[in-house]
């Protein structure tokens, strides 16, 4: 349903759904884009930490230019 609707999309083991926009930067040559991430609460896993609960995740983005260079974030 949402890749219909545009957004980016996976399944398990980690699934979630993601949008990518671009907005115009302060000078004329550069552009930001705007990442949004939201993940299924059930494929997330906590562990007690004291009395808080603690999760540690990675996420990487890499955007490629049409010279073939990449900025990883």
């Known amino acids: 349903m949402y ?3 545009g957004l980016m999309v996976a399944g ?3 699934p ?3 949008t990518l926009n671009y907005v115009a930067d302060a000078t004329a040559d ?3 884009a705007v990442v949004g ?3 299924a609460n059930h494929a997330l896993s906590f ?3 004291g009395a808080a609960f603690t999760a540690h995740y990675h996420v990487e983005i890499a955007f ?3 010279t ?3 900025r990883q974030f």
Do not use: K
């Open 68 to 70: 073939g260079s990449v």
């Open 37 to 39: 991430l939201s993940l």
């Open 30 to 32: 550069s552009t930001l």
């Open 12 to 14: 398990p083991p980690l």
């Open 47 to 49: 562990q007690r930490d």
């Open 3 to 5: 890749g219909a609707m």
């Open 64 to 66: 490629r230019a049409d």
């Open 16 to 18: 979630f759904v993601a």
